[in-house]
Structures are given as C-alpha cells and as structure tokens.
C-alpha cells in the first residue's frame, strides 16, 4: 500500500524557515518523481514544486522560486521542501504527492497518490 | 500560464442525480487534463488523466470528455460519498495549474 506522511508544519514569523519532510513507503521511492501541491484555507489546490526521480531535474511555481528548494533522499525514502523567507500567503496545508499511474521517473504533473498534508501557518 | 475555469461554482443535486461539471482552458490545453476529488480533511483522489482516462480504482460512474478548450466531468448517479470538490487540473504547459473547484453538495 502506498503512504505518505508529511511532517514539519508549523506556525512560523514571517520571513522565517521551515523544512517539510515527506516519509514514503509502499512502492519504489528511487523510481518516482514527487511533488508538493498546497491548500491556503478556504482556497483551491496549487503545485508548489516538482522533482525527478533522480533529484537532477527541479521544477518551481513562480510563486516560490527563489525561496523554496525540493530535494530527496532515497536512502531514506524522504522528500523534503525547504521554505525560507517566508509570507503569509505561504500559509496552507502542504500536501506531498508521488507522481504516476504507477513509477514515473520524470516530472508530468500528474499525481496518483497523495498525503493527507501538514500545516504551515506564517504569521507573527 | 494556461487558467483554467469551472462552472458551475457549486451544484446542487441528490443522491442518484446526474452531475456533469466543466472546464475550461485558456489558453488551449491538449488532452493532459485530468480530474481529483476532495473532500473535507481527506487528500485529493485521482478520477480521471489525460482526459478520459479513470484512475486505478474509480469506479465507472465517473467519466472524462473534452478535448482543445472545453472539458467535462460527468458522475452518472452520484452516490452519497460522491459529495466534495471536484478540481481540474492541467499539466500542458508549465507551471502546472488547477481550476478554482467546483463544488457538489446535498439539495
């Protein structure tokens, strides 16, 4: 069975940092491009970043760029996200997702399985 | 950047009506749109990629159809766990997008 788990959200000042970790488990994590979507409360669903299998090939939203890094370790099984200078608009559920149907080395931005996310709230 | 828009922003219905929702793209978007659910704390399901294509798992009374810059969802009798949110989303062009949802409640 495939799982997600996000950690690491919580509330932090504006223009702080913060490291999301996602824990994967139930399907070959090496072989998988990953991604994190988020949720700011009441608001729809937005792709944040995007990482191949390898980790060689990073995608941003606009939004983020700059100040957000996605990067994974496959010894581990873990993808991370890495937030710095952060906004209140940063503020969301962030969801980590694996990309597919089934293993999908490269990013196509489509994502077949989901965490059930961890918040990050910026405010001071 | 290709937005994507929903209509109706919410639909009324009971169980065992039929919902269709739409979408559109603009600018034109191929065939790589695809559909999620969610509801109320849950993470987002994968119904429908590229389209017309059910997910693992979906039962066959959702269905995709669309094509160039009008898409459809359509549950053919919806079923009481069938009320949430409904987003299409697609992966054309870069960033990758979401239209705004479109919301499936209890008449």
């Known amino acids: 069975e495939v799982r997600l788990v996000e950690s690491g959200g919580d509330l932090v000042q504006p223009g702080g940092s913060l490291r999301l970790s996602c824990a994967a488990s139930?399907?070959?994590?090496?072989?998988?491009?990953m991604a994190w979507v988020r949720q700011a409360p009441g608001k729809g669903l937005e792709w944040v970043s995007s990482?191949?299998?390898?980790?060689?090939?990073?995608y941003y939203a606009d939004s983020v760029k700059g100040r957000f890094t996605i990067s994974r370790d496959s010894s581990k099984n873990t993808l991370y996200l890495q937030m710095t200078s952060l906004r209140a608009e940063d503020t969301a559920l962030y969801y980590c997702?694996?990309?597919?149907?089934?293993?999908?080395?490269?990013?196509?931005?489509?994502?077949?399985?989901w965490g059930q996310g961890t918040l990050v709230t910026v405010s001071s | 950047e290709i937005v994507l828009t929903q209509s109706p922003a919410t639909l009324s219905l009971s169980p065992g009506d039929r919902a269709t929702l739409s979408c559109r793209g603009s600018?034109?978007?191929?065939?790589?749109l695809a559909w999620y659910q969610k509801r109320p704390g849950q993470a987002p399901r994968l119904l429908i990629y590229?389209?017309?294509n059910r997910a693992t798992g979906v039962p066959d009374r959702f269905s995709g159809s669309g094509s160039g810059t009008y898409f459809t969802l359509t549950i053919s009798s919806l079923e009481p766990e069938d009320f949430a949110v409904y987003y299409c989303?697609?992966?054309?062009?870069?960033?990758?997008?979401f239209g705004p949802g479109t919301k499936v409640d209890l008449k």
């Open positions: 997702a694996k990309e597919g149907p089934g293993l999908v080395a490269t990013v196509l931005g489509l994502w077949d399985y």
């Open positions: 139930g399907f070959i994590f090496r072989s998988s491009a």
């Open positions: 990482i191949s299998s390898s980790g060689d090939i990073r």
């Open positions: 600018p034109r978007v191929s065939n790589y």
């Open positions: 590229d389209t017309s």
């Open positions: 989303q697609q992966r054309s062009s870069w960033p990758f997008t």
